[in-house]
Structures are given as structure tokens and as C-alpha cells.
T-cell receptor, first 115, second 110 residues
């Protein structure tokens, strides 16, 4: 299966710790997106990359959040000094840029629990 | 904010067609209608998308009204595995992100 993969699938951490998540997109997809989903809500956009360039960031992405895609392939999302409000499912999606519209395919997500 | 309106929930009998409605009265001419679904604790799954014409793939059919202000996703023969939250999303106009609402919970009953 060559879908989007995310690691780890689950992460439990204590408040104040730093965590890092990894996303591997579908091969040859040049766009990569991060979303966050809390219980009972739909996913919310955080940021997206086209190749290695980070082109858009949501206001949800506070200074404690940083995302990278150093070689235009996999991406990492780091949360520093985690807070209980950061507990959520973090979703990654990828797509292949197209002239008209491109379809985003999602990974299974990383569920973060901050104690 | 999401540009679509969906009922919060719907039930369907197994083996019957499930018709999932979506209103998007403020849709612009260059915006697409996308449908995703999310089974509990999994990532959203792409179903189908369309601009003006009706579309069909192996999963579903998408019927878009002529004025494009509403659409219907049709699952022709619903199974228990189709129980999920379904999201109707309007996307385009230079915006790359997907804006999800709360979606609609479809429950397929045996």
C-alpha cells in the first residue's frame, strides 16, 4: 500500500514536553497538508507545503508549532511545551498539484494525548 | 467557516440507496464540491468530487443541481461499512485547504 503514512499513531506525553510527528506522503505528491481534529469536530487546516516551501499557515498554528518539509518529501510537525489543549488527532494529507483542482488523500492520523 | 450545510444525521437500511444532501448556496463558479467520509478514529477518506456535471466512480455518484446550489451524494447499495461521518466541502477559488464542517453522521442499519 503506498498511501499516506504517519508515525507514531498514538502519543501520550506530559504537559510541557515537546513532541514531533512524521508524515510520509504518497510518492510523487508535491503538496503536503497538516490538519488537526478535536473530538466531535471536523478537521481544521494548520499548514501546507508545496515541495519544500511552506505556503500557508493557519492562525491556529501558534508559535509553539513548527512544521518542516526539508527535501520536499516527508514532513515533521513539532509541538513545543505541549498543553492539554493540544490533545487532538493530527492528520496529514498529500496531493499532486494540478491545473484545475487536486485531491487530497489523508493518512491515518496521530492521536496526541497531553496529560 | 464551512460553506456547506448538511443535516446532522441520517439513517439508511442496509442494501438500500443512501442519498446524502448538501446545500452550498454561495458556491462560486470555479469552486468544486468534494465529499469525504470518516470512519471512527480513522483519517478522512476521499469519495468523489465535481464541478458542474454529475460524476460517478466505484464508490458513489454525485448529483449537482443545475444552479450548483446543492448536491446529493448517492451510495447505491449501502452496507454496514458505510456507517461514517460524511463531509461535503466546497473548495476552489485559489484556496488550497479543505474547510470541514461538522459533517453528517450516516448510520446504516441491518
Amino acid at each position: 500500500d503506498t498511501g499516506v503514512s504517519q508515525d507514531p499513531r498514538h502519543k501520550i506525553t506530559k504537559r510541557g514536553q515537546n513532541v514531533t510527528f512524521r508524515c510520509d506522503p504518497i510518492s510523487e505528491h508535491n503538496r503536503l497538508y497538516w490538519y488537526r481534529q478535536t473530538l466531535g469536530q471536523g478537521p481544521e487546516f494548520l499548514t501546507y507545503f508545496q515541495n519544500e516551501a511552506q505556503l500557508e499557515k493557519s492562525r491556529l498554528l501558534s508559535d509553539r508549532f513548527s512544521a518542516e518539509r526539508p527535501k520536499g518529501s516527508f514532513s515533521t510537525l513539532e509541538i513545543q511545551r505541549t498543553e492539554q489543549g493540544d490533545s487532538a488527532m493530527y492528520l496529514c494529507a498529500s496531493s499532486l498539484q494540478a491545473i484545475s483542482t487536486d485531491t487530497q488523500y489523508f493518512g491515518p492520523g496521530t492521536r496526541l494525548t497531553v496529560l | 467557516d464551512a460553506k456547506t450545510t448538511q443535516p446532522p444525521s441520517m439513517d439508511c437500511a442496509e442494501g438500500r440507496a443512501a442519498n446524502l444532501p448538501c446545500n452550498h448556496s454561495t458556491i462560486s463558479g470555479n469552486e468544486y464540491v468534494y465529499w469525504y467520509r470518516q470512519i471512527h478514529s480513522q483519517g478522512p477518506q476521499y469519495i468523489i468530487h465535481g464541478l458542474k456535471n454529475n460524476e460517478t466512480n466505484e464508490m458513489a455518484s454525485l448529483i449537482i443541481t443545475e444552479d450548483r446550489k446543492s448536491s446529493t451524494l448517492i451510495l447505491p447499495h449501502a452496507t454496514l461499512r458505510d456507517t461514517a461521518v460524511y463531509y461535503c466541502i466546497v473548495r476552489g477559488g485559489g484556496s488550497e485547504k479543505l474547510v470541514f464542517g461538522k459533517g453528517m453522521k450516516l448510520t446504516v442499519n441491518p
